[in-house]
């Protein structure tokens, strides 16, 4: 009689913790469902200090000294208010024992993954520098709207895992901010190298890509996770197919971007600040 009792209370058990899985995923759908139609808080995840300095400045921004953010991750947060808005600027942080920025997808993800749990943003927006390309019309300077994402050093040639390595993502439909701001529209394609060899130009060729840079694929499988709309806001430092070193040449017009983003992100938020998303 005690087996039959221990079979069946064990057998309880299961099916309590699957019942509790069960209504944990309902109660976050309810509250994906619940976001607020307008966008009231918006979170702009930038790799780079130096990227993202100019802008806070522009905003007026004022660090959290203590950051919202759990465990060890070296993000830092900028707050304040733009418009109808409450604005959250995070940085990746800098790289522990490397003396510089986090860059590369996976500090990107990790700080986006801690803004949507902890700031719980009607909007995520990815600002940033990257490269362009002469043969889609890119010139230094251009900022742009991203319209997809998709990576370009996944490499998975299994039926199946290549579309995954690919990861394509529709940025949120935004057909007014783009006719306000008037900037580039165009796929942004990542990966986690600054230089370019001959089988990420084919990469790519293959997504379209009109941008290359190092974040915003990561950080819109994490928008994609949480539901959250996401958008990127991408200036140009250098041009892929051009005759330049990648390097020299992104070193020469980042402070140029980075103003170049201190002015068009505020256009931005200013823009969204208080909108339906549906009205973008």
């Given at each position: 009689v005690r087996r039959y009792m221990r079979r069946d209370l064990i057998e309880f058990a299961a099916n309590l913790a699957s019942l509790a899985v069960v209504l944990g995923s309902l109660i976050k759908q309810r509250r994906l469902k619940r976001k607020p139609m307008s966008v009231k808080t918006v979170a702009v995840i930038v790799a780079m200090e130096a990227e993202a300095a100019p802008l806070i400045e522009r905003l007026g921004l004022k660090k959290q000294e203590k950051s919202p953010f759990a465990g060890p991750l070296p993000a830092v947060v900028f707050s304040g208010a733009v418009g109808d808005a409450?604005?959250?600027?995070?940085?990746?942080?800098?790289?522990?024992g490397f003396g510089v920025d986090s860059v590369g997808t996976v500090p990107a993800a990790l700080t986006a993954y801690q803004a949507c749990e902890t700031l719980k943003p009607d909007l995520l927006v990815n600002a940033g520098t990257a490269g362009g390309f002469k043969a889609k019309g890119g010139a230094v300077g251009d900022v742009y709207l991203a319209t997809a994402f998709k990576n370009h050093d996944r490499r998975?040639?299994?039926?199946?895992?290549?579309?995954?390595?690919?990861?394509?993502?529709?940025?949120?439909?935004?057909?007014?901010?783009?006719?306000?701001?008037?900037?580039?529209?165009?796929?942004?394609?990542?990966?986690?190298?600054?230089?370019?060899?001959?089988?990420?130009?084919?990469?790519?060729?293959?997504?379209?890509?009109?941008?290359?840079?190092?974040?915003?694929?990561?950080i819109a499988h994490v928008a994609t996770m949480f539901g959250t709309p996401f958008i990127a806001v991408k200036a140009i430092t250098d041009i892929v197919d051009?005759?330049?070193?990648?390097?020299?040449?992104?070193?020469?017009?980042?402070?140029?971007?980075?103003?170049?983003?201190?002015?068009?992100?505020?256009?931005?938020l200013e823009y969204v600040a208080g909108k339906k998303i549906a009205d973008l």
């Amino acid at each position: 009689v005690r087996r039959y009792m221990r079979r069946d209370l064990i057998e309880f058990a299961a099916n309590l913790a699957s019942l509790a899985v069960v209504l944990g995923s309902l109660i976050k759908q309810r509250r994906l469902k619940r976001k607020p139609m307008s966008v009231k808080t918006v979170a702009v995840i930038v790799a780079m200090e130096a990227e993202a300095a100019p802008l806070i400045e522009r905003l007026g921004l004022k660090k959290q000294e203590k950051s919202p953010f759990a465990g060890p991750l070296p993000a830092v947060v900028f707050s304040g208010a733009v418009g109808d808005a409450t604005v959250h600027v995070c940085t990746n942080g800098p790289a522990q024992g490397f003396g510089v920025d986090s860059v590369g997808t996976v500090p990107a993800a990790l700080t986006a993954y801690q803004a949507c749990e902890t700031l719980k943003p009607d909007l995520l927006v990815n600002a940033g520098t990257a490269g362009g390309f002469k043969a889609k019309g890119g010139a230094v300077g251009d900022v742009y709207l991203a319209t997809a994402f998709k990576n370009h050093d996944r490499r998975i040639q299994i039926p199946g895992f290549d579309v995954y390595g690919v990861g394509a993502a529709d940025a949120a439909a935004c057909p007014n901010l783009r006719a306000h701001t008037g900037f580039k529209a165009g796929v942004v394609s990542t990966g986690n190298s600054l230089d370019c060899p001959d089988v990420d130009r084919d990469a790519l060729a293959a997504n379209d890509a009109s941008v290359k840079e190092m974040e915003a694929a990561g950080i819109a499988h994490v928008a994609t996770m949480f539901g959250t709309p996401f958008i990127a806001v991408k200036a140009i430092t250098d041009i892929v197919d051009g005759d330049k070193p990648t390097h020299d040449e992104f070193l020469q017009n980042l402070g140029a971007a980075a103003k170049a983003l201190q002015e068009a992100v505020p256009k931005v938020l200013e823009y969204v600040a208080g909108k339906k998303i549906a009205d973008l």
